[in-house]
T-cell receptor, first 114, second 109 residues
Framework: KAGVTQTPRYLIKTRGQQVTLSCSPI?????VSWYQQTPGQGLQFLFEYFSETQRNKGNFPGRFSGRQFSNSRSEMNVSTLELGDSALYLCASSLQTGGTDTQYFGPGTRLTVL | KNEVEQSPQNLTAQEGEFITINCSYSVGISALHWLQQHPGGGIVSLFMLSSGKKKHGRLIATINIQEKHSSLHITASHPRDSAVYICAVPHKYGNKLVFGAGTILRVKS
C-alpha cells in the first residue's frame, strides 16, 4: 500500500505570495491532518479534515486554509506569505480522527519564504 | 506550563545502553503517541497507547494514566536509533494533537 505523499517537497517563495501544498493520504484513510514544524515552535497542529469537512483547527491566522476532496486528497493554502511561514509542513493520514488513531506521516514540504 | 513536557531534551548514549525518554502531560487523555523523526524530517509513528505497555522490537512504551506519565525505552541502543523522539497527546478540546518539544537522541558507536 502506498504511503502518504506530499507535493512539492521543496518550495521557495517570496513575501506576499501565496502557496498551495498537496497531500495524498493512504488509500482508505479519511482523515488528513496538517502540521507546521519550525525550530522555534516545534510541531504545531494546523487543521484536520475528515470526509471533506474541517473537524479541528489550530491557532493559526486566517491566511492558512485548507480543503479536502471527495477522494480524501487534501490541500492547504497560505496566502500573503510572511518570513515566519518558513517551515516544514507535514500532513498525516489516519482511518479515523487523528487524535486517537495511528497517524501516518508524509515526507513533508519544506517551504522557504524570502 | 506546557501541556506536554519531555525529558531529557538531549541525550547521548553509547551503543548498547538502555535508554529512557519521559513524557508528562497535564490533561486527561484518551491516547498518547510516540513519534520518531530522523534528520531530513520524516516522521514515523512508533506507538499509540492508552494504557499499560506496548513493545515493538527493541522499543517499549509504557503509560501511567493516573500519574499522567509515559516512558519510551530503547533496549540495546544502536547508532541508527539516533533521532528526535516526540510524544503527543490529543488536546482536551477536539482531539487535535499537542506535541512535546522532543528529545534529541544520539547513540555513539
Amino acid at each position: 500500500k502506498a504511503g502518504v505523499t506530499q507535493t512539492p517537497r521543496y518550495l521557495i517563495k517570496t513575501r506576499g505570495q501565496q502557496v498551495t501544498l498537496s497531500c495524498s493520504p493512504i488509500s482508505g484513510h479519511r482523515s488528513v491532518s496538517w502540521y507546521q514544524q519550525t525550530p522555534g515552535q516545534g510541531l504545531q497542529f494546523l487543521f484536520e479534515y475528515f470526509s471533506e469537512t474541517q473537524r479541528n483547527k489550530g491557532n493559526f491566522p486566517g491566511r492558512f486554509s485548507g480543503r479536502q476532496f471527495s477522494n480524501s486528497r487534501s490541500e492547504m493554502n497560505v496566502s500573503t506569505l510572511e518570513l515566519g511561514d518558513s517551515a516544514l509542513y507535514l500532513c498525516a493520514s489516519s482511518l479515523q480522527t487523528g487524535g486517537t488513531d495511528t497517524q501516518y506521516f508524509g515526507p513533508g514540504t519544506r517551504l522557504t519564504v524570502l | 506550563k506546557n501541556e506536554v513536557e519531555q525529558s531529557p531534551q538531549n541525550l547521548t548514549a553509547q551503543e548498547g545502553e538502555f535508554i529512557t525518554i519521559n513524557c508528562s502531560y497535564s490533561v486527561g487523555i484518551s491516547a498518547l503517541h510516540w513519534l520518531q523523526q530522523h534528520p531530513g524530517g520524516g516522521i514515523v509513528s512508533l506507538f499509540m497507547l492508552s494504557s499499560g505497555k506496548k513493545k515493538h522490537g527493541r522499543l517499549i512504551a509504557t503509560i501511567n494514566i493516573q500519574e499522567k506519565h509515559s516512558s519510551l525505552h530503547i533496549t540495546a541502543s544502536h547508532p541508527r536509533d539516533s533521532a528526535v523522539y516526540i510524544c503527543a497527546v490529543p488536546h482536551k478540546y477536539g482531539n487535535k494533537l499537542v506535541f512535546g518539544a522532543g528529545t534529541i537522541l544520539r547513540v555513539k558507536s
